[in-house]
């Protein structure tokens, strides 16, 4: 499966455990594209639609619908998870979403 990054991917997370987030959701593929082509997982991002504002999370539209990326809950899944492409984030999240990273792993 070709899968290349800021992609919008249906995945399917469970199993989970505790507080992680669960059931199959919008995902954003954050892994870049040189790893995406040649190992067998992606490191992903869930998106959900109930949240609050967070200085990890990142509000956005996708598909018409307001929800926020959620970068504190960052994992790596087997492509076997991942069910279907929905689309891709606007350039404009795309900046958010790497602002975010910054802040949050780089010091």
Known sequence: MVVSQYEVFLINLDPTIGHEIKKSRPCVIISPNEMNKFISTVIIAPM????????????????????????????????????????????????????????????
């Open 48 to 107: 959900t639609t109930k949240s609050h504002s967070y200085p990890t999370r990142v509000e956005l539209t996708f598909q018409s619908k307001k929800g926020w990326i959620v970068l504190d809950q960052i994992r790596t899944v087997d492509k076997i998870r991942l069910i279907k492409k929905l689309g891709k984030i606007e350039s404009k999240t795309i900046t958010k979403v790497k602002q975010v990273i910054q802040e949050m792993l780089v010091d």
